[in-house]
């Protein structure tokens, strides 16, 4: 009971965080070009309005080495309690926050400076709720445990899409623009509420305890981990520049490439989006749980070279029918991207030791997707010249996922070669730890 509750609350936390984040994302492309960004130029509008969400990408460096910190000398259970506060406190705000049309120029820049929060809070969140898990994970079954976090990104992304698509089929185009998209935003305060009152009631995970009580806090996080572990870090970068880029595309900018590019309607493009998620809460601990059998690196490299395959194809193919349009955003973002997502956490993990973990875990993830989210920004760009190119949008794909793949494939296994201890070892001395005191103190009262 006592790790279903640590599992949920890593998952719970993870939704709600995303839930918040992919709010902003779906709101970049209905709402805020035309709100927040106007200008007579549609696609001026929808670059800047990315601009902004790439923003949020680019602050989750910096929470991770704020947070990692904290995480690494603090412990994982407080941090995560903050970064709930600081990402649903944004998302709130952004639910009250006037347009330009009513107090001008300080509308967006109000924006920014809350998507910026919003960024640095998911900068320390993901790497905290992984740990929560395989920290705690059983012998033998780290991988799926890593992998139930990451049901997060599924989850929050269904939850905040299928909010917004409630919204939209209850009012005109009027009255969304007018209020309607603000709920999601306000309604986040109540699901920060339930997620901190569930991260309450679980204890410290027993890798950072042990790192307390044996005395091996480090001083400055950031800086060991540049010292000793500086591989590691490049090592993740590099892995998840490829999926990453892909990824940011199929969860976020296609709806704009399929309202805009490819003539299908709003609703589709939500639908298709929202399906393609669902999927992805099968595929994530099914390979999760794979992974502890057959190793993270053997389904990432597969995920990854599927991928690169079927890049030009997807963009090929997604334009011709509804039908292949939902096939194929299936196939590649609800299966063949969530098999590459479900390691990852377990497997960036494992390269680091305990008392870094979560400052190289965090900083390596993050640092990529401050590359990666400003994807949006250079396929406007891309498509205002080239239009929905295959070969130009599919060879972007390509480019990066061929870097993943060479970094990956001298990866070591870390199924096998982990920088973990296992629960057990942990418990075992934590319970010789306490024996000891107990005789002490036996001992002491005998001589008295």
């Avoid at 991988?143 to 269904?158: A, D, N």
């Avoid at 309607?265 to 992974?291: F, H, K, V």
């Avoid at 973002?333 to 390269?351: D, K, M, N, Y």
């Amino acid at each position: 009971m006592k790790k279903n509750r640590v599992l949920f609350a890593s998952l719970a936390g993870s939704v709600i965080e995303w839930y918040d984040f992919y709010l902003y994302g779906t709101a970049t492309a209905l709402v805020f070009s035309t709100l927040f960004f106007p200008n007579h130029d549609p696609t001026v509008s929808v670059l800047i309005a990315f601009a902004t969400f790439g923003a949020g990408y680019a602050a989750r460096p910096i929470g991770s080495i704020i947070f990692g910190h904290m995480g690494d000398k603090i412990g994982r259970k407080a941090t995560l309690m903050i970064t709930l506060i600081g990402m649903g406190g944004s998302s709130f705000l952004i639910g009250l926050l006037p347009t330009y049309a009513q107090i001008g120029i300080w509308a967006p820049v109000v924006l920014v400076v809350l998507r910026l929060l919003q960024g640095i809070a998911l900068g320390g969140e993901w790497g905290g709720a992984v740990l929560l898990a395989t920290e705690s994970a059983p012998k033998g079954v780290r991988g799926l445990y890593g992998s139930i976090p990451q049901l997060g990104v599924p989850l929050g992304l269904v939850a905040g899409t299928f909010s917004f698509t409630i919204i939209s089929s209850l009012t005109t185009n009027a009255q969304f623009l007018a209020w309607g998209w603000r709920i999601p935003f306000l309604f986040s305060i109540v699901l920060i509420g339930l997620a901190l009152w569930i991260r309450s009631g679980i204890d410290e995970t027993p890798a950072f305890q042990k790192q307390k009580d044996s005395g091996e806090i480090v001083k400055i996080p950031i800086v060991q981990t540049f010292k000793t572990n500086w591989r590691s870090l490049l090592q993740i970068i590099g892995l998840k520049i490829g999926d990453g880029f892909f990824n940011v595309f199929l969860m976020s900018y296609v709806l704009v490439f399929a309202t805009t590019y490819l003539g299908y309607s709003r609703d589709t493009a939500l639908l298709a989006l929202t399906i393609s998620c669902a999927t992805m809460l099968l595929t994530i601990p099914i390979m999760g749980y794979l992974s502890d059998f057959i190793g993270r690196k053997v389904i990432y490299i597969s995920g990854v070279v599927l991928m690169l395959l079927l890049s030009v194809p997807y963009f090929v193919l997604v334009g011709q029918s509804v039908t292949l349009f939902f096939i194929m955003q299936v196939a590649l973002l609800g299966v063949i991207w969530a098999a590459i997502f479900a390691t990852q956490g377990t497997f960036f993990s494992e390269l680091f030791p305990a008392n870094i973990r979560y400052t190289g875990l965090s900083f390596g993830y993050q640092f990529a997707a401050a590359i990666v989210g400003f994807g949006p920004m250079i396929w406007t760009a891309m498509a205002a010249k080239y239009g929905a190119n295959s070969w130009v949008f599919g060879g972007f794909m390509m480019g990066g996922l061929a870097i993943s793949l060479i970094i990956a494939l001298f990866t070591a296994d870390t199924r096998k070669v982990t920088q973990y201890e296992d629960l057990e070892e942990l418990e075992v001395q934590q319970d010789a730890s306490s024996n000891l005191v107990d005789s002490l103190t036996l001992n002491s009262t005998v001589k008295e």
